[in-house]
């Protein structure tokens, strides 16, 4: 590589929904700042008030490909088509980087964001927010979910979509089930050599996010989802502590009742209470089990991407 990767050929994934007027100016920008370097993969994740065209890329004077998805597949799954397509059809570049299109993820941070790549033996860049343009609600709730994620699966994920890959860790990631569950989850679970760098995130260029609270629940769900062993794991240690616990006070309650320290009712109610503790923590062991299997079973060791592609529209270097 140079020293920089945006100063040779780069490939930008970026997955858009119904926003063609904020991409159009990220587009401009990105060009402003990378000119020819930055090759732009379009993902447009079955749009259809605001279908993305190769318009928007022409008119920025962009190199690149605008892939129209059959239906939408959502964020998490748009990004796997498009680095998928990078995969297969663009092995000659050396460096990827995820973005959003609205603007919050700047394209001016990508300079920033590859950096680590000239000094560490790493594979992948991630953003790590050192600001956001969020409503407290937002705010906590994210909070919320980060403390829930590290209790559940003992690792902590403080990073999105916003990251650079070489082209060794970019085909590892393809060839992963995960990928198409959650990004970050799979970037995690990878074992690749991750850096991450603090970066400040940006306010929308246009219009207003069509995630919601019930889409960031899923989100969060289904990066939970990528680390299904190590929840089962978790929850199975704290049932098996409580029926332990449940155990040891049922015996204790009989033994008491044996020597004559119950007091009339307390006996019956206090076993009632426990044994519905013990069919309670049973029940949410097996529970976890078989939603772990499900997870497992359901999913494909490979995903085509081909198979959600309903056309991909080039823009040469001549068009523009």
Known sequence: MKKNS????????MPIYED??????LFKELYAEYGANAYVVVVDDGSIAEPVTTEGLIDAKLDGAVITLKRNVGHQRAIAVGLSYVADQLPEIECTVVMDSDGEDIPSSIRTLVEPFQRQQIDVVVAQRKSRVETFKFKGFYLIYKALFRLLTGRSISFGNFMALRMSALKRLVAMQELWTHVAGCVLTSKLRVCTLPIDRGPRYAG?????FVGLALHGFRALM????DVLVRVGIVCAGVAALTIFCGV????LKLAGFATPGWFSVAMGILLLVFLQTGALTLMTLMLTGVVRSGATNTVDYKFYVSQVAHVKPQET
């Open 6 to 13: 945006t100063e040779a050929r780069f490939a930008v994934v």
């Open 252 to 255: 204790s309650a009989i033994a």
């Open 208 to 212: 207003v996010s069509k995630m919601n």
């Open 20 to 25: 063609r007027e904020a991409s159009a100016r």
């Open 226 to 229: 990528v680390f299904a062993e």
